[in-house]
């Protein structure tokens, strides 16, 4: 009964290297969210995904920022050429499809650190 | 824009009394409120949610109350318990146009032995 499963947990780069943060929703979800907590901040909705589908970008940062959810593996946020204010906490959400209970399943989260 | 605020960022009570959270929110749109939990290195977990047509949703000590007209809900959790002490989030969504949660910052509970 596994959960939604996030790695690395945690991830070190340096200013200009690329991060890849993996989200694998659960058993039988098809939808699949992230959000970032920056540090003393709340969750920020960023992209909100269906399989081979992005439903809502609107909380992408225009530059450096992409996601996908393929028909076949995890869903991928990628962050390129990565600057200290993306340090942050970067969490993964779930659900099994329209519920208006709006509830979402959460991973542990991908805590990226810039250098 | 912070469509949903949570003004506490911390909250101090005493084990066994009640722990009243606050949660305020500017749309109008918004069908569902939900509570979620989170301790430190983790994701947060679901507590507890309310629909829009309901003003009050009870679940063992934690009970969420809704105020349409004030747009503002509360989480009471009573009687509070040590492992309790965690943050709590205030979420909202809409049943139209996407399904994504906005989320408040936030706010500290402690509990105190």
Same mark, same amino acid.
């Given at each position: 009964n596994a959960g939604v499963m996030q790695n690395p947990r945690h991830l070190v780069r340096r200013r200009g290297q690329e991060a890849r943060l993996r989200c694998s929703p659960m058993k039988g979800h098809s939808h699949v969210y992230w959000y970032r907590q920056l540090p003393e901040e709340g969750l920020k909705f960023m992209v909100y995904l269906q399989k081979e589908n992005?439903?809502?970008?609107? @909380?992408?940062?225009?530059?450096?920022f992409s996601a996908e959810f393929p028909k076949e593996g995890p869903s991928i946020l990628r962050i390129q050429q990565?600057?200290?204010?993306?340090?942050a906490a970067y969490f993964c959400a779930s659900n099994r499809?329209?519920?208006?209970? @709006?509830e979402l399943f959460f991973g542990e989260g991908s805590r990226l650190t810039v250098l | 824009d912070q469509q949903v605020k949570q003004n506490s960022p911390s909250l101090s009570v005493q084990e066994g009394r009640i722990s009243i959270l606050n949660c305020d929110y500017t749309?109008?749109?918004?069908d569902y409120f939900l509570w979620y939990k989170k301790y430190p290195a983790e994701g947060p977990t679901f507590l507890i949610s309310i629909s829009s047509i309901k003003d009050k949703n009870e679940d063992g000590r934690f009970t969420v109350f809704l105020n349409k007209s004030a747009k503002h809900l509360s989480l009471h959790i009573?009687?509070?318990?040590?492992?309790?002490?965690a943050v709590y989030f205030c979420a909202a969504g809409s049943?139209?146009?996407?399904?994504k949660l906005t989320f408040g910052t936030g706010t500290r509970l402690t509990i105190i032995p």
């Open positions: 992005i439903i809502d970008e609107s @909380g992408m940062p225009k530059e450096r990565v600057v200290r204010g993306d340090s499809d329209y519920l208006n209970t @709006g | 749309n109008s749109m918004f009573v009687p509070s318990q040590p492992g309790d002490s049943n139209f146009g996407n399904e």
